[in-house]
């Protein structure tokens, strides 16, 4: 047996499931029960009924599947994938920013702590930020946390002022102008889609803003087009399967890295072995402590229940 297959036993007799996200290797997407983005992994997550969830993905994805399945066992194959816009916001500093600001509705990007998910008043992923952004009445004033780029093309499209936190993910901030208009020069006709966690000037030259589940959306709506995709590579896998006609093309990094485009190399910590290896062990497990889960729930549920 391939360890695809001994994936596959294991999670029956284990009555687990596989949830992935896009960014993960193809061979993972493949072995998943759902793949999706941040918001449809915390549905998946919340509504599961399997006895135990092992989460390919980042550590916040797998502890905010564990707030929401506090009695479950959630695993995650390697405890060391971060995320480095979770990292940009400690919590000991965010509260005292909370604190000096007791009128700020506190709105809160999944990529963060579980700690600073229970500082938060409600959680917003890329999918649904202006819908949460617009949930809050006009004269409350934001915090907005803590991802500065998605921060301020929401400000921008909700005309709300918003007090945003100086956080970035590595990723979405190493893409280069200078290449980008170049490739799309060589590519007459092709669509720039984007990421809203990429850089503004990034944002200005695609044709097409949102999550990755709103990408893959909107490319199979032109499934004989060119695209260039401003996001971690993981994606195309995904894409492609949706898409076989479309041409599919990566945004260019500054420095190009492993693969001459973005990949996170948190996401990249996963892999099939890990995962094998997780689900065999039960180990490692995600732990959040009764008294933060009993806050952070809070603003997880209120993100729910607005995305329904
Ligand atoms: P999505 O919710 O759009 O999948 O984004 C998650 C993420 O980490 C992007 O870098
Ligand atoms: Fe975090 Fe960026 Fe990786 Fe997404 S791509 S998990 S935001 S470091």
Redesign the pocket.
Known sequence: MDLHQKITELKKQKNAVILA??YQVPEIQEVADYVG???GLSQKAAETDAEMIVFAGVHFMAETAKILNPDKKVLLPDLMAG?SLADSCPADAFRTLVKAHPDHEVITYV?CSAEVKALSDIIC???NAEKIVNSVPKDVPIIFAPDKNLGKYIQKKTGRKMLLWDGA?I??EAFSMDKLLKLYKENPGSKIIA?P?SESHILETATYVG???GMIDYVKKHPAEKFIVAT?AGILHKMQQEVPQAVLIPAPAEEDNTCACSE?AFMKMNTLQKLYDCLLNENPQIEVTAEIRKKAIVPIERMLELSK
């Open positions: 996200h896009y983005d941040s918001l995320c990529n992923t890329s999918s993910c990723v979405h990421h966690e999550s990755t589940a971690e996170c």
